[in-house]
């Protein structure tokens, strides 16, 4: 007499059950890595954009350095300086606000960086190269940077260094312009991912070294 035995019902939902853990444990780990992974970029490409800032600023005072040493103008008719456009306007005024985004783009100032990320106006663009700017012809990014400048200052000993955010010309505390030495470089970029907002800021002392030194 044969001996026929099959799983039952129960058994097969059981096995089922097992299976699905399994599947959804798998599932749900490489989600959670795909995200992470994600989100690694992310702010792998705002460290590296946050830091191209601070280069951005510091090849602008080094290109005013060679246009100086050429004897040449920063614009027709107007002397070059060595903060040219990072601390002063295309007319060579003096910002009275501390808050610039520079990128050979359109300069911003006295911007709230989550505002200027909402309104678009310092939005980064991705050309077809792979490079970013402010300029709107690219690929639009969700990722913004903001450039923020503030006066570095010497005024006396006992003071020594003091940063300052509306002294554009280091006159607050003498009276009297040209203790100016440096300037604070803030590149900050901002970016928003799901329903989470991130933000990456890196600093720069840039200074005026060139005039303490014997060329």
């Known amino acids: ?18 299976l699905s853990v399994g599947i959804m444990a798998a599932f749900t780990l490489s989600l959670a890595n795909l995200n992470t992974a994600r989100d690694n970029y992310q702010r792998i490409r705002a460290a590296n954009l946050a830091r191209e ?8 005072r080094d290109t005013n350095w060679l246009k100086i040493e050429a004897n040449e103008d920063c614009e027709p008719l107007i002397q070059c300086t060595w903060d040219y456009s990072l601390w002063r ?8 606000t501390s808050t610039i985004a520079y990128d050979a783009d359109p300069i911003f100032r006295n911007m ?51 940063i300052t955010e509306d002294d554009p010309d280091c006159s607050e505390l003498t009276g009297e312009s040209g203790n100016q030495v440096g300037l604070l470089v803030t590149s900050t ?14 600093t720069e002392e840039l200074y005026n070294w060139r005039a303490y030194v014997d060329i």
Request: proline share 1%; with cysteine.
């Open 53 to 60: 800032g601070l280069e951005l600023a510091r090849n602008v």
């Open 189 to 202: 970029v901002y970016w928003e991912h799901g329903n989470q907002s991130h933000q990456i800021e890196v």
């Open 112 to 162: 709230d960086i989550v505002n200027c990320f909402v309104t678009g106006t310092c939005r980064l663009y991705e050309d077809d190269n792979g490079f970013y700017n402010h300029d709107s012809g690219g690929s639009p990014t969700n990722m913004a940077r903001l450039i923020n400048v503030q006066a570095i200052c010497f005024y006396d000993v006992s003071d020594g260094l003091v």
């Open 1 to 18: 007499m044969n001996n026929k035995q099959g799983f039952t019902l129960l058994e097969v939902l059981l096995a089922l059950s097992v």
């Open 89 to 96: 306007d295309d007319s060579g005024t003096m910002y009275t």
